[in-house]
């Protein structure tokens, strides 16, 4: 779709007359929901390894001592291979002419590539720690013995005893529990506040219940290692750069194949295939301990392959013809191609826009389980972990629902700018209440706080790909600039963890007992949250 404009590019928007040509044809709805399944794959596949797969495959390798530090490197570096390897895909795929298209042939070649990355990691490190009461750790790979499945969990910790007296082990002090790690004399086991017979407190936060809770009598250093985690960060990186490859030429598809009028419904379909990809791969991560790892692993293969095969069979493309505007790849090109959609004004402030939203959504995803295990009273002995999937479903499920109707409003009122400023400050609302929970019933209003986020968040996605093909300036270069768009996802995903750390450290220190760190923390994440909702009426095209 070319874009003439009638006046000079330094004319205000407002007195542009847009012509536009060579439309695509409209899709049907059924057409439009099988287009975006690839976006339900992908997000099943992320959710999946990053909050259950990989951690729990980490501590393995690395040890309970050093998985912290390993998993940072990977995120890092997976982080610093996206920006680098997007923007190049884009500036390929622009640039094909084959007969069967310029997108589905490095969608099918990153397709196969990622498969084989995936497969790479499950042999690399086919076992996993589980631990339950009172019982040494298992290594767990294909599957679980009877005695040390979930499902036996409640008949072996009412053999242990912790059944008859639930009271005693889940009344936590959370304020000696904040304080602990700040008091200067620590060395007795005993004083930690959890430090129990039976240890519910002491979660292995960030494995999002793949560990179990730790007998807290067992040497952690006794745990032997097994895997490859050079081999393992190897293949890491071959998923997280095939999964650019898939991504970047995906979303320039579907920019492809949206007419005009349907653009806000397009996008509202690919936000409820991206939050039901993360609900099922939220769901699918309560097997992971009864499954194993290779079998997880095979299940999330036959999904990111069957998505891809479905958004790709249901659309057809023609050979691009040769575009005299696009230069040829070489070093220039390729090194002003990442920052060249920035000059232009409305991409700077989309670009922007989502960048904050998106730095708020990491703050809070990145820190909800600490958050909630170290402020929040946990009903009916449930870890953090457990309470992190319960907070998931009412906020997946309502932006899911959310991202639908505000993309069909959107298309049927013109409207972006409005709706990204109302989710936006919804957040805001939802990330501010959060910030001075407490009490009893603390753990339900956080519930009520998810949903609100989860509609706010729904919302936003609805308009967030329209927007951004709505300010495409030129089409020739729309995968290149889709993936430089796409960075504003990637950056947060390594800033906001360790902005959020920093804050929470530091301030924790100041006052622990009022929770100050995580006061601040969610206060931070409101300041993102109303930034990204002002910054929106910088944008001057759409409405």
């Given at each position: 779709?070319?874009?003439?404009?009638?006046?000079?590019?330094?004319?205000?928007?407002?007195?542009?007359?847009?012509?536009?040509?060579?439309?695509?044809?409209?899709?049907?709805?059924?057409?439009?929901?099988?287009?975006?399944?690839?976006?339900?794959?992908?997000?099943?596949?992320?959710?999946?390894?990053?909050?259950?797969?990989?951690?729990?495959?980490?501590?393995?390798?690395?040890?309970?001592?050093?998985?912290?530090?390993?998993?940072?490197?990977?995120?890092?570096?997976?982080?610093?291979?996206?920006?680098?390897?997007?923007?190049?895909?884009?500036?390929?795929?622009?640039?094909?002419?084959?007969?069967?298209?310029?997108?589905?042939?490095?969608?099918?070649?990153?397709?196969?590539?990622?498969?084989?990355?995936?497969?790479?990691?499950?042999?690399?490190?086919?076992?996993?720690?589980?631990?339950?009461p009172g019982l040494r750790m298992a290594n767990i790979s294909g599957?679980?013995?009877?005695?040390?499945?979930?499902?036996?969990?409640?008949?072996?910790?009412?053999?242990?005893?912790?059944?008859?007296?639930?009271?005693?082990?889940?009344?936590?002090?959370?304020?000696?529990?904040?304080?602990?790690?700040?008091?200067?004399?620590?060395?007795?086991?005993?004083?930690?506040?959890?430090?129990?017979?039976?240890?519910?407190?002491?979660?292995?936060?960030?494995?999002?219940?793949?560990?179990?809770?730790?007998?807290?009598?067992?040497?952690?250093?006794?745990?032997?290692?097994?895997?490859?985690?050079?081999?393992?960060?190897?293949?890491?990186?071959?998923?997280?750069?095939?999964?650019?490859?898939?991504?970047?030429?995906?979303?320039?598809?579907?920019?492809?194949?949206?007419?005009?009028?349907?653009?806000?419904?397009?996008?509202?379909?690919?936000?409820?295939?991206?939050?039901?990809?993360?609900?099922?791969?939220?769901?699918?991560?309560?097997?992971?301990?009864?499954?194993?790892?290779?079998?997880?692993?095979?299940?999330?293969?036959?999904?990111?392959?069957?998505?891809?095969?479905?958004?790709?069979?249901?659309?057809?493309?023609?050979?691009?013809?040769?575009?005299?505007?696009?230069?040829?790849?070489?070093?220039?090109?390729?090194?002003?191609?990442f920052w060249s959609p920035l000059k232009e004004h409305d991409f700077?402030?989309?670009?922007?826009?989502?960048?904050?939203?998106?730095?708020?959504?990491?703050?809070?995803?990145?820190?909800?389980?600490?958050?909630?295990?170290?402020?929040?009273?946990?009903?009916?002995?449930?870890?953090?972990?457990?309470?992190?999937?319960?907070?998931?479903?009412?906020?997946?499920?309502?932006?899911?629902?959310?991202?639908?109707?505000?993309?069909?409003?959107?298309?049927?009122?013109?409207?972006?700018?409005?709706?990204?400023?109302?989710?936006?400050?919804?957040?805001?609302?939802?990330?501010?209440?959060?910030?001075?929970?407490?009490?009893?019933?603390?753990?339900?209003?956080?519930?009520?706080?998810?949903?609100?986020?989860?509609?706010?968040?729904?919302?936003?996605?609805?308009?967030?790909?329209?927007?951004?093909?709505?300010?495409?300036?030129?089409?020739?270069?729309?995968?290149?600039?889709?993936a430089v768009w796409h960075q504003s996802l990637v950056l947060p995903?390594?800033?906001?963890?360790?902005?959020?750390?920093?804050?929470?450290?530091?301030?924790?220190?100041?006052?622990?007992?009022?929770?100050?760190?995580?006061?601040?923390?969610?206060?931070?994440?409101?300041?993102?949250?109303?930034?990204?909702?002002?910054?929106?009426?910088?944008?001057?095209?759409?409405?």
């Amino acid at each position: 779709m070319a874009k003439k404009y009638t006046e000079g590019e330094s004319a205000p928007y407002t007195e542009l007359e847009v012509i536009e040509d060579d439309l695509p044809p409209k899709l049907s709805k059924f057409r439009t929901f099988l287009l975006n399944f690839t976006q339900f794959g992908l997000n099943f596949m992320v959710l999946l390894l990053s909050v259950v797969v990989v951690p729990a495959q980490v501590e393995k390798m690395a040890g309970s001592a050093h998985k912290g530090r390993a998993m940072g490197g990977m995120v890092a570096g997976g982080a610093a291979v996206t920006f680098l390897v997007s923007p190049l895909i884009g500036m390929v795929s622009d640039r094909l002419k084959f007969r069967m298209g310029r997108r589905r042939p490095i969608i099918l070649v990153g397709a196969a590539l990622l498969c084989a990355g995936l497969l790479g990691m499950a042999v690399s490190a086919p076992e996993i720690i589980a631990t339950h009461p009172g019982l040494r750790m298992a290594n767990i790979s294909g599957s679980l013995s009877t005695n040390y499945s979930n499902a036996n969990l409640g008949d072996i910790m009412l053999q242990n005893g912790v059944g008859n007296d639930q009271q005693e082990h889940c009344d936590v002090d959370l304020i000696e529990r904040r304080c602990w790690p700040f008091r200067e004399n620590k060395s007795s086991h005993a004083a930690h506040p959890s430090a129990s017979s039976y240890d519910f407190g002491n979660v292995a936060g960030h494995v999002h219940g793949v560990v179990l809770p730790r007998y807290a009598e067992h040497n952690s250093d006794e745990i032997q290692a097994s895997g490859h985690l050079g081999l393992y960060v190897t293949f890491f990186l071959l998923v997280i750069s095939s999964q650019a490859m898939v991504a970047v030429p995906f979303n320039a598809l579907v920019a492809d194949k949206s007419h005009p009028s349907q653009r806000g419904f397009n996008s509202g379909m690919m936000g409820a295939m991206i939050l039901l990809g993360n609900v099922s791969g939220a769901i699918a991560g309560t097997a992971f301990t009864r499954v194993g790892v290779m079998t997880m692993y095979a299940i999330i293969i036959a999904v990111i392959v069957l998505s891809i095969l479905i958004s790709t069979c249901s659309v057809t493309e023609v050979a691009a013809k040769p575009d005299p505007r696009l230069e040829p790849l070489n070093c220039r090109v390729i090194f002003i191609g990442f920052w060249s959609p920035l000059k232009e004004h409305d991409f700077r402030w989309v670009f922007i826009t989502r960048f904050l939203l998106q730095q708020g959504v990491a703050t809070i995803t990145g820190f909800l389980e600490y958050w909630l295990n170290d402020m929040i009273p946990l009903p009916y002995c449930w870890s953090a972990a457990t309470s992190v999937a319960l907070l998931l479903m009412p906020l997946l499920f309502a932006a899911a629902i959310s991202s639908i109707a505000f993309g069909i409003i959107s298309d049927s009122t013109g409207y972006r700018k409005i709706i990204v400023a109302i989710a936006a400050f919804t957040m805001a609302v939802g990330a501010f209440i959060n910030a001075f929970l407490s009490g009893k019933f603390a753990f339900v209003i956080a519930g009520l706080m998810a949903f609100i986020i989860g509609l706010g968040f729904g919302a936003y996605q609805s308009v967030d790909f329209a927007l951004v093909m709505d300010v495409l300036a030129d089409n020739s270069d729309k995968a290149k600039d889709i993936a430089v768009w796409h960075q504003s996802l990637v950056l947060p995903q390594a800033l906001a963890t360790p902005i959020g750390g920093i804050v929470l450290d530091l301030f924790e220190k100041v006052n622990c007992r009022l929770g100050l760190g995580y006061i601040i923390l969610f206060m931070t994440t409101t300041v993102y949250f109303i930034l990204s909702g002002i910054f929106v009426f910088k944008i001057r095209r759409p409405r």
